[in-house]
């Protein structure tokens, strides 16, 4: 695949957050939809085999000829910074490496805020391609196309640094603890089988509520994907820590970019994000961006 000439630098965004942008990020932190139960046999399809010709820029059918058209949901850490324009955060960094393999340049991406719900439905898309932490699955793959998988995740657990299990070292540790996990989502899956179908398990909406029920002593303990969990208790809920992530009971969860189903874009998507993983790229953005690497799994 041909690849385009570096793209021009953009300027970083703002460090400061007001208060304001606090509470607007921890209501952006909606998960509900963004993550699904998928096990191994839910693995990414790989994409059918492309000539490079066919993946040159002048002959991608983009919406708008010229222009590749990303779409995602309310930003926030680590995924991407107050804009999406910035190339700062894991996916807008993805995406902007993504489109010079592609052969575009970075003033020839637009962003589109689009819902969760418009990126995995089988209507017609406001977009080429969407990068919004989206849970590779079969039941998906019926109304969308998917990427290449692009990260494998585990699922964290967030405690009160002050509160009585910020000690806990194993699951038998947080016995008796009040679970918060966000609804529909593999972490609803997986606290269940490790904590068992006894333990005090609250579905909720959106990891932002959940994490607002945890500060507030509603719940002992907060279970989300682990970079937005580390991202979370860092930027978000300072008070807050990830003590250890829960044993994957052989769910494996992997996000991929979105496209409409059947898309022609799809093969020359999916060899971009392989060619970012073959030569490093993707390794570099996941160390700069995202800090899970560290975070021991609770037996």
Do not use: H, N
């Not at 208060?19 to 998960?31: C, D, E, R, S």
């Not at 222009?67 to 955060?89: F, I, K, R």
């Not at 967030?158 to 947080?174: F, H, K, Q, S």
């Amino acid at each position: 695949m041909r690849r385009a000439r570096p793209a021009p630098s953009v300027r970083p965004a703002s460090s400061a957050r007001a208060g304001g942008v606090v509470l607007a990020a921890a209501t952006a932190l909606v998960l509900a939809g963004c993550s699904s139960e998928t096990t191994e046999d839910d693995a990414a399809a790989p994409a059918p085999e492309s000539t490079e010709a066919e993946c040159e820029p002048g002959s991608l059918p983009t919406l708008t000829d010229g222009v590749l058209t990303v779409g995602a949901g309310e930003p926030y850490l680590p995924w991407y910074t107050d804009e999406y324009a910035s190339g700062e955060g894991f996916e807008s960094a993805l995406i902007y490496a993504v489109a010079a393999e592609l052969g575009y340049e970075a003033e020839d991406v637009q962003w589109e805020t689009v819902t969760f719900e418009q990126i995995i439905s089988p209507a017609v898309k406001p977009f080429d391609v969407a990068a919004y932490q989206t849970s590779i699955t079969d039941e998906r793959r019926a109304a969308v196309d998917f990427s290449s998988p692009y990260l494998t995740t585990r699922q964290g657990v967030i405690v009160m640094e002050d509160g009585p299990y910020a000690d806990a070292t194993t699951i038998a540790d947080l016995e008796g603890a009040r679970i918060g996990v966000t609804a529909a989502q593999t972490s609803l899956t997986l606290s269940e089988a490790a904590f068992g179908e006894d333990a005090d398990i609250s579905p909720y909406s959106a990891a932002g509520d959940g994490m607002q029920a945890l500060q507030s002593g509603t719940i002992d303990a907060m279970v989300m994907d682990v970079d937005q969990g580390v991202a979370a208790s860092t930027e978000y809920f300072p008070d807050s820590v990830v003590i250890g992530t829960l044993p994957d009971e052989g769910v494996v969860e992997q996000y991929g970019l979105v496209l409409d189903v059947d898309s022609e874009l799809t093969t020359c998507v999916s060899q971009a994000v392989d060619s970012l993983e073959e030569d490093g790229t993707l390794g570099e953005l996941r160390t700069t961006w995202l800090k899970s690497d560290d975070i021991p799994v609770l037996e």
